[in-house]
């Protein structure tokens, strides 16, 4: 480490105060004998000092107290500065650090299909053997072959990867017949028609869509300005690169 000046500022007064370890009053000796400026400051501290003694005997110097009382305010606040720095520095790496192991907790991501563990029964029960962090349902709607799909993925983060126990029991029921109701493009009420087939969609569209990007907000399977024949294509498309998990058999 090079001695610089302003660790020789530091050090001069408690050496002019002769209360420095014998290495560092040596490395201060060291550094006066080649530094004509810090020397002048050895001299201006040491007859600050002197005035000092000289007035404590004689009742009080003024002048000199004040000289002394600014020094060691500048003193003071040299100190103070040094400590807020590292502070702050303690602080903004504490929050990183933090930040990072939240986002490697916690921030989710893409399960291989191979990774879930998954089987579906021939009822549309699907379970799981692998734990999971949550279910993305990417499309659900009717495909070109008049079949109602619905393709999703599997998601999971690193506590649940790796501290996470699986779930019991399943998951969800594609099977199920009375999928609810819902409000059509005409504005009429009607009912969902059940589940034909059910794909899990390839890590690769997942990418390419950004549907897991949590700054893109309107991420999704179809272009949201894509008209009917447009989505039917594209879906058609994923349809026969997907993995066909379950089939409702008929
Ligand atoms: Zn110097």
Same mark, same amino acid.
């Given at each position: 480490?090079?001695?610089?000046?302003?660790? %020789?500022?530091?050090?001069?007064? *408690? +050496?002019?105060?002769?209360?420095?370890?014998?290495?560092?009053? *040596?490395?201060?000796?060291?550094?006066?004998?080649?530094?004509?400026?810090?020397?002048?400051?050895? *001299? $201006?501290?040491?007859?600050?000092?002197?005035?000092?003694?000289?007035?404590?005997?004689?009742?009080?110097?003024?002048?000199?107290?004040?000289?002394? !009382?600014?020094?060691?305010?500048?003193?003071?606040?040299?100190?103070? &500065?040094?400590?807020?720095?590292?502070?702050?520095?303690?602080?903004?790496?504490?929050?990183?650090?933090?930040?990072?192991?939240?986002?490697?907790?916690?921030?989710?991501? #893409?399960?291989?299909? $191979?990774?879930?563990?998954?089987?579906?029964?021939?009822? !549309?029960?699907?379970?799981?053997?692998?734990? +999971? #962090?949550? +279910?993305? !349902?990417? @499309?659900?709607?009717?495909?070109?072959?008049?079949?109602? %799909?619905?393709?999703?993925?599997?998601?999971?983060?690193?506590?649940? &990867?790796?501290?996470?126990?699986?779930?019991? !029991?399943?998951?969800?029921?594609?099977?199920?017949?009375? $999928?609810?109701?819902?409000?059509?493009?005409?504005?009429?009420?009607?009912?969902?028609?059940?589940?034909?087939?059910? @794909? +899990?969609? =390839?890590?690769? @569209?997942?990418?390419? =869509?950004?549907?897991?990007?949590?700054?893109?907000?309107?991420?999704?399977? %179809?272009?949201?300005?894509?008209? =009917?024949?447009?989505?039917?294509?594209?879906?058609?498309?994923?349809?026969?690169?997907? %993995?066909?998990?379950?089939?409702?058999?008929?």
């Amino acid at each position: 480490m090079k001695i610089t000046c302003n660790i %020789i500022e530091d050090l001069m007064q *408690q +050496y002019v105060d002769g209360v420095l370890s014998d290495d560092s009053r *040596q490395l201060v000796e060291e550094h006066l004998d080649g530094c004509e400026e810090c020397r002048q400051k050895e *001299q $201006q501290i040491r007859s600050i000092c002197r005035e000092l003694d000289e007035g404590a005997k004689a009742g009080a110097v003024p002048e000199a107290r004040q000289d002394y !009382g600014s020094l060691r305010r500048f003193r003071r606040w040299i100190t103070l &500065r040094r400590a807020l720095t590292i502070t702050l520095s303690v602080l903004v790496t504490f929050c990183v650090v933090v930040g990072g192991v939240f986002l490697m907790f916690d921030l989710e991501s #893409y399960m291989p299909y $191979q990774k879930t563990g998954m089987h579906v029964n021939e009822n !549309g029960m699907m379970f799981m053997d692998e734990p +999971y #962090y949550g +279910y993305r !349902g990417a @499309y659900s709607g009717i495909d070109l072959n008049g079949d109602m %799909i619905e393709i999703f993925y599997m998601t999971d983060t690193f506590q649940k &990867r790796h501290l996470g126990k699986p779930t019991r !029991g399943h998951v969800v029921d594609f099977g199920v017949e009375d $999928q609810g109701t819902r409000t059509n493009e005409e504005g009429v009420r009607e009912k969902i028609p059940p589940i034909d087939k059910v @794909y +899990y969609l =390839k890590e690769e @569209y997942v990418k390419e =869509k950004h549907l897991m990007d949590p700054f893109d907000s309107h991420a999704s399977l %179809i272009p949201l300005d894509a008209g =009917k024949e447009e989505e039917l294509r594209i879906i058609n498309e994923i349809e026969n690169d997907s %993995i066909l998990v379950w089939e409702r058999s008929k």
